[in-house]
C-alpha cells in the first residue's frame, strides 16, 4: 500500500484481507469489462 506522504507500508495479509484483495482485484476486471456492481463501487470508493 502507497499511502498519500509517498511512504510504503508492509502489510502483512492475513487469509481474509487476501480473500478481500482477490475479491477487489476481481471487481476491477469486471469494471474493465464494463460490468459493474453498486455495492463494489462503494466498497471501492470506502477503500480509498
Not at 477487489?24 to 462503494?42: M, Q, T, Y
Request: aromatic share 2%; proline share 4%.
Amino acid at each position: 500500500m502507497v499511502h498519500a506522504n509517498g511512504k510504503l507500508k508492509v502489510v502483512v495479509l492475513t487469509p481474509k484481507d487476501r480473500k478481500l484483495l482477490e475479491g477487489i482485484n476481481r471487481s476491477l476486471e469486471d469494471i474493465r469489462k464494463g460490468r459493474i456492481k453498486p455495492f463494489l463501487a462503494k466498497e471501492l470508493r470506502r477503500h480509498k
